[in-house]
């Protein structure tokens, strides 16, 4: 199993850049799809990114194609979400999750094995 650990949120203004991090205990990193999820107050939970086992597919949702990009290092154990021309938006609760049987274009909450508590990232107007 393994159990992700969010980092990197922060207040940031509108336009500025960010990059969120999950560190993600137990040996088995590498045979897990890799996702990002985020939530907005009094919003349902909203998919962000997700990255095959290798690293070598990545899906987006559609509100943050083009502007964030998912990468993932396996020796480390820890998968990054780089998030450029950040809009107001984008704040949210950002969360990182784990799937041994999702496929990276298929990453639904369903899927889901392992959540990370979250980290907030909020971006000023």
């Known amino acids: 199993q393994v159990q992700p650990v969010e980092s990197g949120g922060g207040l940031v203004q509108a336009g500025g850049s960010l990059t969120l991090s999950c560190a993600a205990s137990g040996r088995t990193f590498g045979s897990y799809v890799m996702g990002w999820y985020r939530q907005a107050p009094g919003k349902e939970r909203e998919f962000v990114a997700s990255i095959s086992r290798n690293g070598g597919s990545t899906y987006y949702g559609n509100s943050v194609k083009g502007r964030f990009t998912i990468s993932r290092d396996n020796a480390k154990n820890t998968v990054y979400l780089q998030m450029n021309s950040l809009k107001p938006e984008d704040t949210a609760v950002y969360y990182c999750?784990?799937?041994?049987?999702?496929?990276?274009?298929?990453?639904?909450?369903?899927?889901?094995?392992?959540w990370g508590k979250g980290t907030l990232v909020t971006v000023s107007s």
């Open positions: 999750a784990a799937s041994i049987r999702a496929g990276v274009g298929s990453f639904s909450i369903g899927a889901i094995d392992y």
